[in-house]
Nanobody, 134 residues
């Protein structure tokens, strides 16, 4: 399992932007690189289930998004920096939640073809709070 640490959450007004980061470590055991790990972003608001937001393949080519964030959020990764990002634009109050990044080692380049649910991942960060208030 990886160690994942999210950062970048905070308070923002509707229409604003935030960029979340997810720093990964612990993936070199067994000779693996971070390219072996698709990364997902999830969010969970109080009294709601954990919701998949975005996914990016290990090489960064394949991405997928929840319908609720398409056109507003963008996932990217810099494997040289061991970091994955979630750029969030045109934020809405309903985007308020704790945001988590997650990872799993997978040999499948199309891992993100259908937005994976939370049980597909086995490594999780501690989360970062995003609050959109008017």
């Amino acid at each position: 399992q990886l160690q994942l640490v999210e950062s970048g959450g905070g308070l923002v007004q509707p229409g604003g932007s935030l960029r979340l980061s997810c720093a990964a470590s612990g993936f070199t055991l067994g000779g693996f690189t971070l390219r072996s790990y698709p990364i997902g972003w999830f969010r969970q608001a109080p009294e709601h289930e954990r919701e998949a937001v975005a996914c990016i393949s290990g090489n960064g080519v394949g991405t997928n998004y929840a319908d609720s964030v398409k056109g507003r959020f963008a996932i990217s990764r810099d494997n040289a920096k061991n970091t994955t990002y979630l750029q969030m634009n045109i934020l809405k109050p309903e985007d308020s939640a704790v945001y988590y990044c997650a990872a799993v080692r997978s040999p499948y380049p199309d891992f993100c073809r259908v937005l994976p649910r939370h049980w597909r991942y086995d490594s999780w960060g501690q989360g970062t709070q995003v609050t959109v208030f008017s």
